[in-house]
């Protein structure tokens, strides 16, 4: 905790020097903004728990406020986003800053320091290539939640492409779902659980490099990194599993192609360590059939296939497996939409079958869903099997203001 | 036989002369509107339904002229509350498909999004895609209909198979910069849709007109979307580097 400190007070230091610099430069005009997101949700896991402890509802709420000063017609900005959700479950009930930055742009140049979220890739089911924030693994199923990540980012436009520079000075722990919670192991895993292959520990200094380039129909991105993988390694000892950060080097590629109303899409990445070397890749595509009803109606169908040479110690548990999907958008005044879709494996019987809706009610409210089932998750499935029972419905309301 | 020639030939002739003329009035209107460089502008759209409810949006858009090309843009939304800060930045372009990127701030993604679907309606509203895009005088062809004092009725029909209409009807006001004054759309089936008004004109620049409200009436549906702009900023000098993926992050600051 007291780590934490020290990065928060380094990082706030950081900002507040950039204030004072680019006060005395730019003229005095400075915008403010405030944003504050409500949530109220709740998650019913219809199947019968595993696990002593575990429960079956889960009432929650999530509050995000969001305050933006901005300056020099807007070139200049520092953005503060804490976060905090209470739930059932401890491990969920969890505060984060999510942003807490200060930018600079200027001509074809941007520097960025502080906690930010950097979102790198193209594919829908997998999120290979995106590797700067640690996921907040208690927070979504799709792993699409991101944990603030301190950081100094150099960004520069060039007739080549984009260049992002990155230092990571410090590492943020996954944290795991604790004792009350479905889709977690039989053992609750608690956070010193997982240890590092390496001595300085959240301290290794991390750094980060990407070139990215839209030309025509393509949208090319290239990136390095190297630094304590996000992802804990898992590997089998006799009793059962081990979980270790290790530090990593990892190579991604991503590649989109936009034709028409389709869209075709790549992402791969190679990653070494002392303890593992992997290959993953996900690859496919998206159609949509635009407007289908004269009314504003589009229909996309999604196909990605999924690959990953840890085979059963891949936590995604995608090791060779096939998404498809269907999203729906009605692109009326609620922007109503859904996305349905199932995760098949392909040389064993799981599968996960999703189903997210969402749409506008009034001028600040909207209301979601969603539903993850996970059907006939086969024995010899070896993480994927633990979260059987965890099939669950949720439904959240948020309030905007 | 001469004569049976001229008889087939005559629609031809003036076919293609009300074509040359409905070409050269959208090429005056297109020269009229060079040089203005870059502007910025705040939009409020509301919504009407048919039984008269409506609802709102706000946004701000950026645009840069492009010399040899169609413009650029980025589109910044303010509200509803649930999307602020989702932004959209499009290069359009004379020819061919334009390339048009969706930033979703809840994520950080930019997601380069298709741009073959314009006939589709933009934020559940009256306008599709097609009628906020750029309009350059490749995109369609023309046909000159008449003249009533300083306005110019042109046929426009879109040369995108994926329009969603079968033809625009256009009515230029010769003595304002050939400015337009409304357009009638017709559906693939070839019956009047919408009708676009613009009203509420000024000059910036000394030259160039727009207008602060556009009302688009839905025949059939008897919906209605007005757009009301304010605060047009010109002359700020605004270059590639504003409409570049990195801009359309910073959009909602």
Partial sequence: ?401 | MKKLIITLALPLIFGSVNGQKGLEIAKAADKADIGWGSSTVELNMSLKNKNGQTSSRSMSNKTLEMKDDGDKSMITFNSPADVKGTATLTYTHREGPDDQWLYLPAIARVKRISSSNKSGPFMGSEFAYEDLSSQEVEKYTYKFIEQKGSMLIVEQIPTDPKSGYTKRIVTYNKDKGYRIENTEFYDRKGSHLKTLKFTDYEQYLGKYWRASTMTMVNHQSNKETRLVFKDYKFGLKLTDEDFSQNALKRAGN
């Fill in chain 1, 1 to 401: 905790m007291k780590l934490k400190h020290i990065i928060l007070g380094a990082v706030l230091l950081l900002l507040f020097s950039g204030i004072s610099n680019a006060q005395e430069e730019s003229e005095k005009l400075v915008s403010h903004k405030f944003k504050l997101e409500l949530e109220a949700e709740y998650r019913y896991f219809y199947d019968k728990a595993l696990y002593p402890g575990q429960k079956s509802n889960f009432p929650s709420a999530a509050i995000t406020p969001e305050y933006t000063a901005s300056w020099n017609k807007g070139y200049d900005v520092i953005t503060v986003k804490p976060f905090f959700r209470w739930d059932v479950d401890d491990k969920r009930t969890h505060f984060d800053l999510r942003e807490l930055y200060y930018q600079k742009a200027k001509n074809n140049w941007e520097v960025s320091v502080g906690l930010k979220k950097i979102y790198w890739g193209v594919t829908e089911s997998q999120h290979l290539v995106d590797i700067i924030n640690q996921t907040d693994a208690v927070e979504s199923f799709d792993n699409e939640q991101k944990l603030g990540q301190p950081m100094v980012q150099y960004s520069r436009n060039t007739n080549i492409g984009t260049f992002d520079l990155f230092y990571l000075p410090y590492f943020r722990i996954r944290s795991f779902p604790g004792e009350k919670s479905r889709l977690r192991f039989p053992v609750v895993i608690e956070d010193d659980d997982v240890t590092f292959n390496n001595k300085s520990e959240e301290w290794h200094q991390d750094f980060a490099f990407r070139w990215s380039h839209s030309i025509g129909a393509f949208d090319l991105g290239f990136s390095n990194f190297y630094g304590t993988g996000r992802e804990p390694i898992i590997l089998q000892n006799q009793f059962g599993y081990d979980f270790f950060y290790d530090v990593i080097n990892q190579t991604g590629v991503d590649v989109q192609v936009t034709l028409g109303a389709f869209l075709w899409k790549i992402e791969s990445i190679y990653r070494s360590s002392d303890l593992q070397d992997m290959f993953a890749f996900a690859g496919g595509l998206e159609y949509t059939f635009g407007n289908v009803d004269g009314n504003g109606l589009d229909i996309g169908i999604l196909g990605e296939y999924l690959y990953d040479d840890r085979g059963d110690l891949a936590l995604s548990s995608a090791q060779n497996d096939v998404f498809f999907g269907s999203r729906i958008a009605f692109n009326d005044v609620q922007s109503t939409e859904f996305l349905i879709g199932g995760l098949v494996d392909m040389e064993r019987s799981s599968n996960i079958f999703s189903l997210e809706a969402s749409r506008r009610v009034g001028e600040s409210w909207r209301v979601e869903a969603e539903g993850r089932i996970l059907s006939e998750v086969s024995n010899t499935e070896p993480i994927l099997y633990f979260f059987r029972n965890d099939s669950f419905l949720k439904l959240s309301v948020f309030k905007f203001f």
